[in-house]
């Protein structure tokens, strides 16, 4: 059963915006850890956004002012808006979820994966 499902990925120029977008069947994720991860081709993958249950957000330091995470509780979506989006933002981006930890989030512990969606930003 496919509990994340990501959407918005597409090829952009530099300068442009993208939201993606991550539905989520289960409902407890709501109130846990959730975020946003992206791997680039030969690069480990990495944190980009989390956000936890409180709404305490964490970013990427590259990311910062650039991209928001943001959470619609009653539509069970996470959104990541991305602006001023950079060639050196080129990943598969992956939506995930940690169903038990609902504060304090750590990248290492998200359990639950989507699909993920590809983001290319051409110069």
């Known amino acids: ?3 994340l499902v990501e959407s918005g990925g597409d090829s952009v120029q530099a300068g442009g915006s993208l939201r993606l977008s991550c539905a989520f069947s ?4 709501s109130t846990h850890c959730m975020g946003w991860f992206r791997q680039a081709p030969g690069k ?3 944190a980009v956004a989390l956000i936890a249950g ?3 957000i964490a970013y990427e330091d590259s990311v910062k002012g650039r991209f ?3 959470r619609v509780h009653g539509k069970n979506i996470l ?3 991305m602006n001023s989006l950079k060639p050196e ?3 598969m981006y992956y939506c995930a979820a940690d169903p038990q930890r609902a504060s304090g989030c750590m990248s290492w512990a998200f359990s639950v994966w989507g699909q993920g969606t590809q983001v290319s930003v051409s110069s």
């Open 89 to 91: 933002d080129t990943a």
């Open 79 to 81: 959104y990541l808006q």
């Open 26 to 29: 289960e409902l407890s994720y």
């Open 54 to 56: 409180d709404g305490a």
């Open 68 to 70: 928001t995470i943001s």
């Open 1 to 3: 059963q496919v509990q």
């Open 44 to 46: 480990e993958r990495e």
